[in-house]
């Protein structure tokens, strides 16, 4: 833990991470509030859908163009006019759901229009830690691996805070307190210095090399994000299944609370070690590692067991992550970072959406056992497509032309240790 404290120490970590932290709980609480809100005021849980899908979709698809911005004018610039549009729109929302009787077409609108201007704070957070620690050994690592497991457990409290609201009061009013939690946080977050410091990419290459496309070079860490992705989203609805037929549904929460709970040790024990290999090596093995935990679920025969192979997945999915972000940032370089860090977010989140989709189709053609097999095959197709991808960048490393995109070998291995 000591490398974690001095991740803290850095100057200006505490205060700029803390304040992305407060901006991103709203990330946590403004799903279910909304749905709630929706179903509330329209009384259909069709519409409440509806609405969700438009503002995920819209949320996921263009956060990399929300973060071209961010790289094209710098995070000062950027995220207040979005960050003031996302949380207006949320705002509009509250309204419209306080009380009964609202349009599901007007909600419908409005909610699509609000996750158009989600503000990408992780991947622009991720972009500050990469300023703030730049190739200190081990630190960037470490502060990736942070990042990670605190994201998720704000996506674990976040519903926890909106069960206690709405005891108290009107599910709109999480959705209000989502708008006011993304604007302080984004208030406190651009006004650290360390964002202060960040400038868009026009100044990024008049002052320094702005590194390449992000584009190129991403195939590995967003096919291993897809992976691990579809995975995730299989196994949620896979669990359920399992405790549905074994009579004790309320269990999901338990086991889904232990792959939680893996991937917080192996996202933190991922960061404090001072790996030799490289970030890019590495990415396809943890894939595997998702993968052989899930097949071995498919052999569980109880939810005692399932909820064994559940953590042990779970030490695989934060460090999978963690990696592909690592061979993100230091594939696109400094003009691209959080655009290239989107990418891989999205590539996720696109996954556990088809994933869960996909699970429930074959539930109703192919036993669990399958049907675990088949989610566990999303990871390894990614582990195997991450292989070739290391073996063809080894084998044009040595031709590549400084800046091409294809890190040397020394650089690749220092950005293994940070």
Known sequence: MSSYAA????????????AALLGRLSYGTVSLSLMLAVKSATGSYAVAGTAMALFGAASVFLSPLRALLIDRYGPRRALPPMTGAYAVLLGVL????????????????AALAAGACTPPLGPTMR?????????????LQRAYSLDGVAEELLLVSGPLIVGVVVQFAPAAFGVAISAVLVAVGTAAF????????IAGRDAVRRGRSGGISPVRGLAQPVVVAVGVGLALGALDLLV?????????????????AALSAGSAVGGLANGAISWSAPARVRLPFLAAGLAAALGAAALAPGLVTLGAAAVVAGLFVAPALTTAYLVADETAGPAFRTQAGAWVNTAVNAGISAGTAGAGLLVARLPLAACFAVAAAAPVAAAVWGVRGVRRAAR????AAPGDGVPDAAQETGSAAR
């Open 190 to 197: 651009v006004a650290s210095p360390a964002v202060r410091g």
């Open 94 to 109: 509250a309204a419209l759901t306080w009380r009964p009787g609202a349009s599901g077409l007007l909600l419908g609108a």
């Open 240 to 256: 359920l299944a399992f405790a549905d037929a074994r009579q004790h549904a309320d269990a999901v929460a338990w086991v889904m």
């Open 396 to 399: 044009t490393t040595p031709e």
């Open 127 to 139: 972009t500050v830690w990469s300023e703030l620690v730049g190739r200190r050994e081990g630190l």
């Open 7 to 18: 991740l803290l120490r850095v100057p200006h970590a505490r205060r700029t991470f803390g």
